[in-house]
T-cell receptor, first 114, second 116 residues
């Protein structure tokens, strides 16, 4: 069965330090991979996606993610965290033969302290 | 450029009442999704429309839930009768489904529903 795992409920980092939010998946074939961010009382905002090609994908607000096929992972990273990055982050996958169905992880809360 | 618009943003109702949630997708998008978000179950896809036609409603929890898309710019999700366990945040999302891979879904701000 398709699944997405975000093993950490919360990630705490100091402002200015690098951050990583982890995501692993179990989907047949080579899926499409997405990261979304949710700020309090807001909808999900698209950050970035992996379709094909370069394993390092750059997205909005200085975020990037690295696709690792052998480890079936798609970790979200940022070289220098900002307090304003504090939010809930969701990883999502979609099988290539599915035109629409996104499977979401449970979310990871990122807390960046000043 | 307006994103996905949802109304109301908050709804408080009593058990047994009918609730109607509304969504206006991004202009030009041909696919629309309704999701439900709860602490226990996370984000769940309820129903998916393509070109105003329901394609997948397997996530609709029970007959109390119904969704319509009478035209390309409007959709409703109705719960009748509502129950306390329906309390959740309901999101609408839209995308432009093309032959290109990896179409992105764009989400609205959500409707927070509380059923007393």
């Amino acid at each position: 069965a398709q699944s997405v795992a975000q093993p950490e409920d919360q990630v705490n980092v100091a402002e200015g330090n690098p951050l990583t939010v982890k995501c692993t998946y179990s989907v047949s074939g080579n899926p499409y991979l997405f990261w979304y961010v949710q700020y309090p009382n807001r909808g999900l905002q698209f950050l970035l996606k992996y379709i094909t090609g370069d394993n390092l994908v750059k997205g909005s607000y200085g975020f990037e993610a690295e696709f690792n096929k052998s480890q079936t992972s798609f970790h979200l990273k940022k070289p220098s965290a900002l307090v304003s990055d504090s939010a809930l982050y969701f990883c999502a996958v979609r099988e290539r033969d599915s035109s629409y169905k996104l499977i979401f992880g449970s979310g990871t809360r990122l807390l960046v302290r000043p | 450029d307006a994103g996905v618009i949802q109304s109301p943003r908050h709804e408080v109702t009593e058990m047994g009442q009918e609730v109607t949630l509304r969504c206006k997708p991004i202009s030009g998008h041909n696919s629309l999704f309704w999701y439900r978000q709860t602490m226990m179950r996370g984000l769940e896809l309820l129903i998916y429309f393509n070109n105003n036609v329901p394609i997948d409603d397997s996530g609709m929890p029970e007959d109390r839930f119904s969704a319509k898309m009478p035209n390309a710019s409007f959709s409703t999700l109705k719960i009748q009768p509502s129950e306390p366990r329906d309390s959740a945040v309901y999101f609408c999302a839209s995308s432009l489904e093309t032959q290109a891979p990896g179409d992105t879904q764009y989400f609205g701000p959500g409707t927070r529903l509380t059923v007393l």
